[in-house]
């Protein structure tokens, strides 16, 4: 197999194009901003994001005039406090008016899982007698159906597989075929990276395919569905990957503050994303004192074992 | 067994939250004011509760710093199942495991619909929130949903602008008709005012419980609309010192959840 390592600038040029239905990965944790920073950097427009628990990315997406639509559950600065940009966005219509597609956690999971597995729908009993189930966006009719079991008359949701252009998430290490491992709180990550069509996967550490074999229960996706590989330490800051660094409370603090008004939303980005070339810059503006704050205590496990006996047994074969 | 004389609002809601919880229950908890509650009550009277969150964790202990959301990584490393949505919100959630959930809210009205969409009109909000998350699947499915919020009059509006998490509709059997299932729904409403709970027929709110410190009257002027009051409407035992002990110095030592407001929830247009 070819190697699929390549540079983040690379990858997003030749595989995000404008008007794609992009997934974006990770459930907290795994979050790609290395790859969202890129995305405003190259001016990606007409975009359709999904994403199905997020921060701030989708709100940097937003503010920077990146998307027109949006497909979500939940989008807030976990401080807790208001995503300035989505808020703008959606009170004024800043930049550009969008449209924004909403379910549940479980019900947009589904839809995930429904697009992975190329299932026709997958039937529910959540979302009923919400005003989500009752306010379509752009998916109008095809965003839920409420019908009546042919088993036994109930009524139940039908939420239809969801499929993207291209998928994009973080993970904790990847060979350079693309075979991706990733572990920690999961969400929706692994049915939503599954069911697109290209898939950028950013490591925190490229391994040798060994590695990937020694432990192959973590792997996501294989490499097989995956397009590009991009070596991108730190790519999910100021969101942590487990094992690897914990949430910076402080920068989305420091973001909650900066980006309240218009002004400081656009001196955001001109210093942090426009500003910088690449991840490695953005990190050395960052600190190695404040990463160092963020480097966990080791919570290691037992190796887990895949052993196996070499050979069937004699009298069984003969 | 002394009771306290020093304790906040918050503190005599946690408290409330915590007493309704029995040990050896299965719960799944929201974000916020649930976190601490239930990781309160597991240090006192049930340390065999399990609780469950959203992103796909099963915890049966308490981590050695507080959780500031339900995706904090210090729940994943000390949990008993570490994996995703559909373990959680899908094997235990909508199987019908859990024997409460508990959820923070921006919003609650008259018969338990929680409002953290927006304020205003939906397709031009005046003031937009995060969404639902996981908190639509909440009240949609389990068995006994329990909200919790600071108390403030512009929280309790008649009707919520927008039902981002189903309670009981219309009231009566709206839920069901909507294909909600039956034996699902909202069981208390608990804020820094009192105990709330809804009536067996109409399905609405009505004042089951206020605090020491309160009054009825008090508590009415917190809802817009006439709240019913039980007819052995009761007073909440204060918190004890040794509630309040374990609470301030052993589940939040650093004061993230009782001094420096980092679990405030939104209210205000």
């Not at chain 1, 656009?266 to 404040?290: A, C, F, P, Q, T």
């Not at chain 2, 995706?71 to 899908?90: E, K, M, Q």
């Not at chain 2, 919003?107 to 927006?118: K, L, P, Q, S």
Request: glycine share 8%.
């Amino acid at each position: 197999m070819k190697s699929k390592i390549m540079t983040m600038d690379k990858a997003i040029k030749e595989f995000v194009r404008d008007g794609d239905v992009v997934y974006l990965g990770g459930f907290i944790q795994h979050e790609p901003y290395a790859a969202i920073h890129e995305i405003i950097r190259q001016r990606k427009k007409g975009l359709t994001v999904s994403s199905c628990a997020g921060m701030i990315a989708l709100d940097q997406l937003i503010g920077a005039g990146c998307l027109d639509r949006v497909i979500t559950t939940y989008t807030w600065n976990p401080l807790p406090k208001p995503a300035h940009a989505l808020r703008r966005c959606m009170e004024k219509g800043i930049p550009h008016e969008i449209q924004m597609e909403e379910y549940s956690i479980l019900s947009l999971t589904l839809s995930y899982f429904a697009g992975a597995l190329d299932l026709p729908f997958v039937a529910t009993k959540t979302l009923m007698g919400s005003d989500l189930a009752k306010n379509p966006s752009f998916l109008g009719e095809n965003k839920l159906k409420i019908i009546e079991s042919p088993f036994n008359g109930e009524k139940v949701c039908l939420v239809p597989p969801l499929k993207h252009d291209i998928g994009i998430m973080q993970v904790q290490r990847a060979d350079n075929f693309g075979n991706a491992q990733a572990w920690g709180v999961m969400g929706d990550s692994k049915y939503g990276i599954n069911s697109c069509s290209r898939v950028i996967i950013c490591a925190e550490e490229i391994v040798d395919t060994e590695v990937i074999k020694r432990d192959p229960g973590r792997t996501i996706i294989p490499g097989f569905k995956v397009s590009a590989v991009v070596e991108e330490p730190w790519g999910s800051h100021p969101s942590y990957v487990t094992g690897c660094y914990d949430m910076d409370w402080r920068y989305f603090s420091f973001y909650d503050k900066a980006t309240e008004t218009l002004d400081g939303f656009e001196n955001y980005l001109k210093e942090w994303v426009y500003g910088v070339k690449d991840r490695s810059e953005y990190i050395k503006k960052i600190g190695k004192k404040n990463l160092d704050a963020l480097k966990p205590k080791p919570w290691s496990g037992n190796p887990v074992d895949y052993g196996y006996c070499a050979q069937y047994q004699e009298d069984y074969v003969s | 067994m002394k009771y306290s004389t020093d304790y906040s609002p918050i503190e005599m809601m946690i408290i409330a939250g915590a007493r309704e919880i029995e040990n050896g229950q299965i719960l799944i908890v929201g974000t916020q004011w649930p976190i601490i509650t239930t990781l309160f009550a597991k240090k006192t009277h049930a340390p065999d509760i399990t609780i469950c969150y959203e992103g796909g964790v099963v915890l049966e202990s308490i981590p050695d710093r507080i959780p500031l959301f339900t995706g904090d990584p210090c729940i994943a490393s000390n949990s008993v199942l570490l994996n995703d949505s559909l373990d959680t919100l899908g094997m235990i959630l909508h199987a019908g495991y859990p024997d409460i959930a508990f959820l923070p809210g921006a919003n609650v009205d008259r018969y338990g619909n929680i409002n953290t969409t927006c304020f205003g009109d939906y397709s031009r909000p005046k003031f937009r929130l995060g969404g639902s998350g996981g908190a639509c699947d909440f009240g949609s499915l389990a068995k006994r949903v329990i909200t919790m919020l600071e108390h403030e009059r512009q929280r309790f509006p008649e009707r919520v602008d927008f039902i981002t998490t189903p309670g009981y509709l219309d009231g009566s059997d709206s839920r069901e008709k909507a294909g909600l299932r039956p034996g699902t729904g909202p069981g208390a409403v608990i804020t820094t005012l009192g105990i709330f709970r809804f009536r067996k027929d109409t399905r609405e709110m009505y004042v089951d419980t206020y605090y020491p410190e309160g009054s009825i009257e008090e508590v009415k002027k917190g809802f817009q609309w006439d709240i019913k009051v039980s007819e052995d409407v009761k007073v909440a035992d204060p918190p004890t010192e040794e509630e309040i002990r374990i609470l301030r110095d052993e589940i939040d030592p650093f004061g993230m959840y009782l001094k420096n407001n980092k679990a405030k929830t939104i209210s205000t247009l």
